[in-house]
């Protein structure tokens, strides 16, 4: 199959800085920045060393998401993410994820017009560059309430003919503390039942809390993906049950790197190797190539270079991105 594929990449994390900053001044946003370049180093990470945690990381969503949160940003970001990431990386399988209540305003937005002007950007895309298959992801959050998220996954079902194709959920634990996923067992049965894709955030971070949370995922929400999941490769049951399961993992090599996820490349090829030898599939992205400051291409050279994966490896990885993918139909073997 020719061109690349990313499956997991944010919304608020794949718009460039100059078209966010055309977008916040078209809307008339409050910035707390009057100069391009300090705003630039205010939506993406733009430290080397990256962020102290996921806290920081959420800090710089908070501006994105702000300046996306009209039917107009929203269109024009979802636009410009798949022509960019065509353009530049040749990616003719794009997944991009976000959450559409996070875009409204606190409820000031209809929560629809805001969908359908995500499906206008997919749309116009596709128009311009038929050689992409892109479709979206909707997400929950864990600091929503239960009918915030079973709204969320409502929405996701309604428009599913539409280009959504899965449903995700990631934001800070509540409080700190275990995150509890059968809560939002339903919604994801729910989601499933409609013929959506599931992947969800788990395993990122957290030690053995995280793992914790990883195996409940695996069992209670039977995901087909699953965003990161590097904490199993510590844990020969976790990586064990993984396979069984056929889930795929989307690793983010440099977006681990820069929230501290991962310590440094030492432990990146570790996660590689083990998971290599242990026959859990995985897929390579950069979690928001524009936040991130990275590129799939640029992921594949770090891996490469570092030991983590060879070339063959990494086209296998390639080809697996493909045909997990949501858009192309994509799901585990254990649902069909
Ligand atoms: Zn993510």
Request: charge should be negative; aromatic fraction near 6%.
């Amino acid at each position: 199959m020719d061109g690349l594929a990313e499956l997991h990449t944010h919304l608020g994390g794949s718009v460039s800085s100059d078209i966010l900053w055309t977008l916040a001044h078209e809307q008339g946003i409050a910035l707390p920045v009057k100069d391009y370049w300090d705003f630039d180093r205010l939506v993406t990470v733009s430290d080397p060393r990256g962020v102290p945690n996921l806290d920081a990381l959420d800090q710089i969503y908070h501006w994105t998401e702000l300046i996306q949160s009209s039917p107009l940003a929203v269109e024009v970001s979802v636009h410009a993410a798949i022509g960019g990431a065509y353009r530049s990386q040749q990616i003719t399988t794009l997944e991009l994820r976000f959450n559409p209540m996070k875009r409204n305003r606190g409820g000031e937005r209809d929560l629809d017009h805001i969908i359908l002007a995500a499906i206008r950007g997919l749309d116009r895309a596709s128009l311009e560059y038929p050689q992409v298959q892109a479709g979206l992801i909707r997400m929950m959050d864990r600091t929503f309430t239960a009918r915030q998220n079973e709204i969320i996954v409502e929405k996701a079902i309604a428009w599913a003919s539409r280009g959504v194709v899965g449903v995700d959920i990631a934001g800070p634990r509540p409080g700190g503390v275990r995150y509890d996923y059968r809560s939002v067992q339903p919604m994801v049965e729910d989601a499933r039942a409609a013929g959506l894709g599931v992947t969800i955030h788990v395993g990122e971070e957290g030690g053995d809390m995280g793992r914790e949370e990883l195996a409940e995922v695996l069992e209670v929400l039977r995901p087909d993906r699953i965003g990161h999941g590097i904490l199993a490769a510590g844990d020969e049951e976790l990586m064990r049950d993984l396979k069984a399961a056929e889930v795929v993992l989307e690793i983010c090599p440099t977006s681990n790197l820069l929230t501290k996820a991962l310590a440094d490349e030492d432990a990146v090829r570790s996660v590689f190797r083990t998971f290599v030898e242990h026959g859990v599939r995985f897929t390579i992205a950069t979690d928001g190539p524009e936040m991130m400051h990275t590129h799939l291409r640029d992921e594949f050279e770090l891996l490469l270079r570092i030991g983590a994966l060879t070339q063959n490896e990494l086209d296998e990885a390639t080809v697996r991105s493909h045909e997990a993918s949501f858009v192309r139909g994509g799901f585990r073997a254990a649902r069909v």
